[in-house]
């Protein structure tokens, strides 16, 4: 069983919150308001990176 954890970073108003979880293939991430829609799979490094791009605020919408 795939055990969800919703991120401490996700906003208060709880319209904005994911999902993580260990995978066997390595992490996911889902909406936690939607989470029958899917989820995305990301390898650990993947993830890892994403990780270091958020918080740099390297991402653009």
């Known amino acids: 069983m795939i055990e969800w954890r919703k991120s401490s970073r996700s906003n208060a108003s709880g319209n904005e919150c994911v999902e993580v ?31 270091m791009c958020i918080k740099r605020d390297e991402l653009t919408p």
């Open 21 to 51: 979880a260990h995978l066997p293939q390595g992490r996911g991430i889902r909406d936690s308001k939607n989470p029958g829609i899917g989820h995305l799979a990301l390898s650990v490094e993947s993830f890892a990176q994403l990780i």
